[in-house]
C-alpha cells in the first residue's frame, strides 16, 4: 500500500523555535506539497515542489520555507514559530501527468505553538 | 481564480437517509473535480473524481457524485447513509493544465445519527 508518512502526529514547540515538519512517501511521486488546514478554511497551500532542490510558493507561504534534497522527502520548516501557526499541517505528493488521480495525503501533523 | 463553495458547514441525516454535500465551483476552462474525506485525526482520502465523460461518477463506499456544468456544481451524494459515514467531507477543483493548483473548500462535517 502507497504511503505518505508524517514523522510526528502532534508537536507543541515554544513561541521563537525553530520547527521541523518531516514527510517522506514511498511512491516515487516527483510533486509534493504542503497544506496547512484551519476550521472553516480548508486547506491552504503553503508550498510545492516539482523535482529535487525545486520549490514554490503556494498560496500562503509567509512564515514557511521548505526543503527538498532527495526525491522521497520534503520538509516544512517553520523558521520561528508563532501562536498563529498552530494548526494541523497536511503533506500530500501525485506523480507528474497524474494529477488527476488526486494526491495522495499523509496523515497530517498537529502543531500547537505556545 | 478558482474557487470552491461548500454552502453548508454541518449536515446532519440520520441512517438510511439520502445524504447529499454540497459543492460549487469556479476555474477557468474544463474542470477537474475531486472529493475528499477525512475521518478524525487522519489525513484525506480520495473518495471520487470527476475529468471527462459521464456526469454521474461512482467512488468508494457507496458514493457517487454529479457533474453539472451549467449550475457549476458537483454535489456528493449517498442513498443510504451510514453512522461510519460521518466525518469532515472536502470538494476540489483544478483546471486541467495545472497539476499543482488543486483549491480545496472550507468542508462540510457530516453526522450520521443511528
Known amino acids: 500500500d502507497v504511503k505518505v508518512t508524517q514523522s510526528s502526529r502532534y508537536l507543541v514547540k515554544r513561541t521563537g523555535e525553530k520547527v521541523f515538519l518531516e514527510c517522506v512517501q514511498d511512491?516515487?511521486?516527483?510533486?509534493m506539497f504542503w497544506y496547512r488546514q484551519d476550521p472553516g478554511l480548508g486547506l491552504r497551500l503553503i508550498y510545492f515542489s516539482y523535482d529535487v532542490k525545486m520549490k514554490e510558493k503556494g498560496d500562503i507561504p509567509e512564515g514557511y520555507s521548505v526543503s527538498r534534497e532527495k526525491k522521497e522527502r520534503f520538509s516544512l520548516i517553520l523558521e520561528s514559530a508563532s501562536t498563529n501557526q498552530t494548526s494541523m499541517y497536511l503533506c500530500?505528493?501525485?506523480?507528474?501527468?497524474?494529477?488527476?488521480?488526486?494526491?495522495?495525503f499523509g496523515s497530517g501533523t498537529r502543531l500547537t505553538v505556545v | 481564480a478558482q474557487s470552491v463553495a461548500q454552502p453548508e458547514d454541518q449536515v446532519n441525516v440520520a441512517e438510511g437517509n439520502p445524504l447529499t454535500v454540497k459543492c460549487t465551483y469556479s476555474?477557468?476552462?474544463?474542470?477537474?473535480l475531486f472529493w475528499y474525506v477525512q475521518y478524525p485525526n487522519r489525513g484525506l482520502q480520495f473518495l471520487l473524481k470527476y475529468i471527462t465523460g459521464d456526469n454521474l461518477v461512482k467512488g468508494s463506499y457507496g458514493f457517487e457524485a454529479e457533474f453539472n456544468k451549467s449550475q457549476t456544481s458537483f454535489h456528493l451524494k449517498k442513498p443510504s447513509a451510514l453512522v461510519s459515514d460521518s466525518a469532515l467531507y472536502f470538494c476540489?477543483?483544478?483546471?486541467?493544465?495545472?497539476?499543482?493548483?488543486?483549491?480545496f473548500g472550507a468542508g462540510t462535517t457530516v453526522t450520521v445519527r443511528a
Open positions: 476555474v477557468s476552462g474544463n474542470p477537474y
Open positions: 500530500a505528493s501525485s506523480a507528474i501527468g497524474q494529477g488527476n488521480y488526486g494526491y495522495t
Open positions: 511512491m516515487d511521486h516527483e510533486n
Open positions: 476540489a477543483v483544478r483546471p486541467p493544465a495545472n497539476d499543482y493548483k488543486l483549491s
